[in-house]
């Protein structure tokens, strides 16, 4: 079974973070720069507090008309963060995300925060290995012919 440290080996370990302090448009931005849809929310002690995402935007933000560079991420960012380890299972973090909802599993490890899992990260995956079976019962069949 693949791992989430399997996938952070191919991926790579970036993570994009902001501080709860931060404006929501500080935040925005940051999410815009690096194309990516949430931000792990970190404290000065490199704990993780929150995630913040396009859809903490438009709910807590927009929906109800707060001013962005007014407005501190954690005022409005998502607490009670599910998080997932190393040795954590694709399978097991597919599972965690449809039943909470979410798209974004922080990694954490004895050291701290080590990665981030997203729900594209699981399909790619999920398409990766599908495409590896196909090839594998096609040689099978055209092989043993």
């Known amino acids: 079974m693949t791992t989430v440290q399997d996938l952070l080996r191919r991926k790579g370990p970036a993570v994009y973070s902001v501080a709860p302090t931060d404006s929501v448009l ?12 949430g931000l792990v929310v970190v404290d000065g002690q490199g704990q993780v507090v929150g995630m913040f995402t396009e859809r903490d935007i438009l709910r807590r933000v927009l929906a109800r008309r707060r001013d962005p560079d007014g407005t501190l991420v954690a005022e409005v ?18 599972a965690v995300m449809t039943t909470k909802r979410i798209r974004h599993l922080p990694v954490r490890d004895e050291m701290g925060l080590i990665g981030i899992v997203t729900i594209g990260d699981l399909l790619a995956a999920q398409v990766d290995d599908q495409l590896a079976t196909i090839q594998y019962l096609t040689s099978f069949v055209f092989d043993n012919r």
């Open 77 to 94: 960012m998502t607490t009670g963060v599910m998080v997932c380890r190393p040795e954590t299972t694709l399978e097991e973090c597919a």
């Open 26 to 37: 500080v935040a925005a931005d940051l999410m815009n720069q690096y194309s990516v849809g």
